[in-house]
Nanobody
Framework: QVQLIESGGGLAQAGGSLRLSCAAS????????MGWFRQAPGKDREFVAA????????YYTDSLKGRFTISRDNAENRVFLQMNTLKPEDTAAYYC????????????????????WGQGTQVTVSS
């Protein structure tokens, strides 16, 4: 069974950057599509970005294109989310997720399509 642990969250000023990391253990994640989601207080969990198992394809929610970049290092069993030009509305808990059932070459954007989740890392952006 895969376990995921996110790190890299914290407090940032508007316009700043943070890089989130998702470390996987228990099994190699190279075959698994991975995703990042976020959830702000009082709001539903929303899709942020996804990446195929090989890392050859990525996909972003429209509002974050150009500011956020998802990547992965399968040798290190890690997935990353580079967040630039942060805004106060980016404040949320950020979650890493893996789809271990099937579909390594696919892009998955709905939370229920993922079956393994990390515990989340809080990102707070001050204005």
């Amino acid at each position: 069974q895969v376990q995921l642990i996110e790190s890299g969250g914290g407090l940032a000023q508007a316009g700043g950057s943070l890089r989130l990391s998702c470390a996987a253990s228990g099994r190699t994640i190279s075959a698994y599509p991975m995703g990042w989601f976020r959830q702000a207080p009082g709001k539903d969990r929303e899709f942020v970005a996804a990446i195929t198992g090989s890392g050859s394809r990525t996909y972003y929610t429209d509002s974050l294109k150009g500011r956020f970049t998802i990547s992965r290092d399968n040798a290190e069993n890690r997935v990353f989310l580079q967040m630039n030009t942060l805004k106060p509305e980016d404040t949320a808990a950020y979650y890493c997720a893996a789809r271990t059932r099937s579909g390594g070459a696919g892009i998955w954007t709905i939370a229920t399509e993922y079956d393994v989740w990390g515990q989340g890392t809080q990102v707070t952006v001050s204005s």
